[in-house]
């Protein structure tokens, strides 16, 4: 009261403070197109009649006929393209697609939910027809979902840097960056570091530090508080981290010592914990790269890394699209270097030039391969579990390896025996209702994709597309109130169709026990092709595909001497180096041999 002044002090302070609302709406880079799309002042709708126009082209190309389906469809997806506003990101994408082809990189088929759609597909995007293999556009964008679509691209891992570059020269330098990542102290590291500061021995830090389990993501805070076992509590350590008896008793003991405050190992627990998760050092991004409409200091912080040319952003990448620019993944995929590197020694010693994108995809000696298991060293097949299911199942189609993809991972593991049985006509095929067939036929009867119940939700109960891809969401992450609500949804759709209301309780009990597991088609399906790929080659040209497998492992002298044991295995000698036949990597002599 002494000093009225200062309160108004106080408030003038207050009242310049100026809220700052870091959100905006994406910003899409300025495409060019030529100028007799420039038709409507509007330049989004701009690039989607150039999209439009492109897609049009691609479509006669990639289809030669345009069949009814395909003309719905392609007009379902560029209408929802239009409305969403995502025209001139489909066109960025192609072309630096097809630019990193031109420049001799080595595109991956697709991956994602991207390859769900055929404007993609069309415009060169992805290489894999969605049509054929039933691969849903309403996986990759949802007209009720506005989120930016998500296109990862694979670059074979040398020829990635060239794609950058080009991106950089066409954008501008000060217009794309990388994306920085925040490390943070987790439970082991925030004990070292603390115990450094505050003078704790390094024998005994490192001895704290190993009575913290080996636990993926495991907190020092439950460590030292949690309950220990399920009798103590709910959410206990050997329930929710699964620790076994051995490390129960570490956590006693680093307990024990927490509880001796007074000493100095007791205080640097104390510490630590209260630090635990604070950010330690930063990263970057190992695939993100963003491209903005204008220059990046208007937009966001930027920063230098010592280890890239390009600005990095100091937003992380989970948050960096609210911040109005977007963000691709340009991955480095060795098995598309490894391809690569064999088509050439392929080229060179046989004279053969192989599109490798257009072999056959029902190619018996391919198909061998597979139903031996001899699969060391092709793609996404080579674990010795992967082996053992392929010699029981004898995959002799596509749709085989495309489902055994998805089906090789923790939980849908358990359907494969199921799938071999039915496959081998061990065990009947069964569909609840009929009309199943027409999508389950495929898998014989088991539900393995996402877009399997995306489907079915559409043709049993007439759910939309939107609504499909809610349901798929929701189940996916078990969303009890919304799968609730979209169950009554479900039956009441399909009853007044005229289907049995207990067939259908029986069908949704199932959904939601394995749709949690079910797995996205669209990405299983590209995978499954690039794996056909490095199978083909080994089956028809097995000594150039081996010398590029072990040239591309060079780094690993486990990985070099298990890969000779499998040329040995296949008849191929592996010599040593050569000072008049030896090149710069592991190369294929006239006779057939690998030469270091």
């Known amino acids: ?82 409305t969403m506003g995502f025209a001139g990101y489909f066109l960025i994408v192609s072309d630096f697609i097809k630019a990193g082809r031109q420049l001799g990189v080595f595109v991956g088929p697709g991956r994602g939910s991207a390859a769900g759609s055929v404007v993609a597909y069309c415009i060169g995007i992805t290489n894999i027809d969605p049509i054929k293999y039933k691969l849903l556009f309403e996986r990759f964008l949802n007209p009720d979902r506005k989120s930016m679509p998500d296109i990862d691209t694979d670059f074979d891992d040398e020829g990635r840097q060239k794609v950058i570059d080009y991106v950089v020269q066409k954008y501008g330098q000060n217009q794309v960056a990388q994306i920085v990542t925040y490390g943070t102290m987790a439970a082991k590291m925030s004990i070292k570091d603390v115990a450094r500061v505050m003078d704790l021995s390094l024998a005994e830090s490192n001895a704290l530090a190993k009575l913290v389990p080996e636990k993926p993501g495991i907190t020092l805070k439950r460590v030292l508080k949690a309950p220990l076992t399920a009798k103590e509590g709910e959410k206990s350590l050997e329930e929710k981290e699964g620790l076994g008896p051995d490390e129960l008793e570490s956590v006693k003991k680093i307990r024990e010592v927490y509880a001796r405050e007074e000493t100095l190992e007791g205080l640097v627990l104390h510490e630590a914990e209260r630090l635990e998760g ?47 620019v977007i963000k691709m993944d340009f991955l480095g995929l060795k098995t598309l270097t490894i391809i ?69 991972r923790p939980g849908p593991l358990a ?34 994709y996402q877009e399997q119940v995306m489907l079915l939700a559409q043709s049993l109960a007439g759910f939309s597309k939107g609504d499909a891809d809610v349901l798929r969401k929701a189940m996916g992450k078990k969303q009890k109130s919304v799968l609730d609500k979209m169950k009554s949804q479900f039956i009441k759709g399909a009853t007044t169709k005229g289907y049995p209301e207990e067939k259908l309780e029986k069908i949704w009990t199932d959904w939601e026990a394995f749709a949690s597991y079910a797995f996205n088609k669209s990405h299983s399906t590209c995978y499954a092709f690039v794996a056909f790929q490095t199978a083909y080659l080994k089956a028809h040209y097995p000594a150039e595909y081996m010398a590029s497998v072990l040239t591309h492992n060079l780094g690993t002298i486990d990985k070099i001497t298990f890969f000779m044991e499998e040329c040995r295995r296949m008849g191929i000698p592996v010599l040593g180096p050569d000072v008049n036949e030896s090149l710069y990597d592991f190369s294929v002599n006239q006779q057939g041999q690998i030469r270091f």
């Open 1 to 82: 009261s002494d000093l009225p002044e200062a309160i108004d002090n106080t408030n003038m302070i207050v009242d310049r403070v100026e809220l700052l609302n870091l959100k905006k709406d994406i910003l899409l880079p300025a495409f060019p197109i030529p100028r007799e799309f420039q038709v409507h002042d509007d330049a989004n709708l701009n690039q989607w009649e150039y999209l439009r126009h492109l897609t049009m082209e691609g479509a006669r190309e990639r289809y030669h006929e345009i069949t009814p389906d395909i003309e719905e469809r392609l007009n379902f997806e560029l209408f929802t393209i239009k």
């Open 278 to 324: 604070s950010v330690r050092n930063t990263g970057i991004h190992a695939a993100g790269i963003i491209i903005a409409p204008k220059d990046l200091t208007e937009l966001i912080p930027v920063c230098t890394a010592k280890d890239s040319s390009l600005w990095v952003t100091q937003i992380e990448g989970s948050i960096i699209e609210d911040a109005g």
């Open 340 to 408: 690569k590197n064999a088509l050439r020694l392929i080229r060179e010693n046989h004279g053969v030039d192989i599109q490798i994108d257009d072999i056959p995809l029902d190619d018996p000696k391919t198909f061998e391969v597979y139903q031996k298991g001899d699969t060391i060293g092709t793609f996404q097949f080579e674990s010795p579990g992967m082996q053992k299911y392929l010699r029981d199942l004898k995959p002799d189609k596509f749709d085989d390896l495309i489902a055994m993809n998805a089906l090789y």
């Open 415 to 448: 359907y494969i025996p199921n799938f071999i049985d039915r496959k081998q006509g061990k065990e009947a095929i069964t569909y609840d209702l009929p009309e199943m067939e027409e999508y389950l036929k495929d898998t014989y009867g088991i539900t393995v």
